[in-house]
């Protein structure tokens, strides 16, 4: 059997071949492409540069990437050769990115000096006593809820309770018929007091809120049903009848509340006579609240049924109020 011979492209693209992801054919294609620029190099060896022979080695070798490196190094070393073409490139690719660094550098300016005036603001606001004291003045002094008046409905499968067997039953109970007509009934948690009646009406106070009225009425009809187990009970329409609220205004040594001149100019809308008690009762008109004003700067705030009413009542008195601190 005759052995075949194979040319020198034929050896060099089945070496190039043997690379990842080439075919023979197109080894075969490179290997040629290759040749001819040899041939038209030996033909006129000044036509090509130093540096494009170097960079067609590297294609030969199957590294593109480092030719492109190779070339861009050569590049920078001989600036002279650098032509006006790739100056005026390098040149359009500075300018398209100088739009947005200036916009950056105007952004970071902008919110420096945002910055800068907000520090400055506060700076003068924080400098100047006038206009926190004038803040202050303006804001009314926190109102405190002490103490809430609820009512509530127990009805009974017997009518009316017979509070002198209650009264014998339960342990923390009060009742005299002759000073009072209703059976004091004392709860240790919530800490509050029930008046209960004959009828069922039950009466408590000394809670906080709504919540706590309605658990100390539940807490007492339990009460009534372990020691009167013949009879069933059960809770009905709780409701606030009343919300008692306390204000201590900020008073500085020789200051007073002048409870005098506000009975002169509102003695249609005050009750208050000093050899009896201390304290002026001021009922505004078109307010869901009373005041109970001492000299002290204490009051006391009652009437409303809402912690709500509460903090608005004294919100629209407050600069009223404050105009007779002396």
Request: aromatic share 8%.
């Amino acid at each position: 059997m005759k052995k075949r011979t194979y040319t020198a492209l034929e050896v060099e693209a089945g070496c190039l071949s043997s690379l990842p992801s080439r075919s023979y054919e197109d080894s075969l294609s490179s290997a040629r492409h290759t040749q001819k620029h040899k041939d038209k190099h030996n033909s006129n060896p000044n036509l090509y540069s130093s540096v494009e022979n170097e960079s067609f080695k590297r294609i030969k070798q199957g590294d593109e990437k480092d030719g492109q490196d190779f070339a861009g190094n050569s590049k920078n070393a001989n600036a002279e050769a650098l032509s006006g073409k790739d100056a005026n490139k390098e040149a359009s690719t500075t300018a398209q990115h100088s739009p947005f660094k200036q916009a950056h550098q105007a952004s970071s300016l902008l919110s420096a000096e945002n910055t800068a005036c907000i520090k400055s603001g506060i700076r003068d606001l924080e400098g100047c006593p006038e206009a926190n004291a004038k803040s202050d003045e303006d804001v009314a002094p926190p109102t405190t809820i002490h103490n809430l008046v609820g009512t509530c409905e127990i009805a009974a499968s017997t009518t009316p309770i017979d509070l002198e067997y209650v009264y014998r039953c339960l342990p923390n109970s009060f009742y005299d018929r002759k000073r009072f007509a209703a059976i004091t009934i004392r709860v240790t948690e919530p800490v509050c007091t029930g008046l209960l009646f004959t009828s069922g009406k039950l009466v408590i106070t000394g809670c906080k809120t709504l919540i706590e009225c309605v658990l100390a009425s539940l807490k007492i009809v339990r009460m009534l049903e372990r020691f009167i187990p013949t009879v069933t009970f059960k809770v009905r329409n709780a409701v606030v009848q009343n919300v008692v609220a306390h204000v201590v205004l900020p008073l500085l040594p020789g200051q007073r509340l002048n409870v005098d001149r506000l009975y002169e100019d509102h003695c249609c809308n005050c009750t208050f006579q000093k050899n009896m008690f201390p304290g002026l009762i001021y009922r505004p008109d078109r307010s869901p609240v009373v005041l109970l004003c001492f000299y002290s700067g204490k009051i006391v705030i009652t009437g409303g049924k809402k912690e709500e009413d509460i903090e608005r009542g004294w919100s629209q008195l407050w600069p009223l109020i404050k105009q007779y601190v002396e």
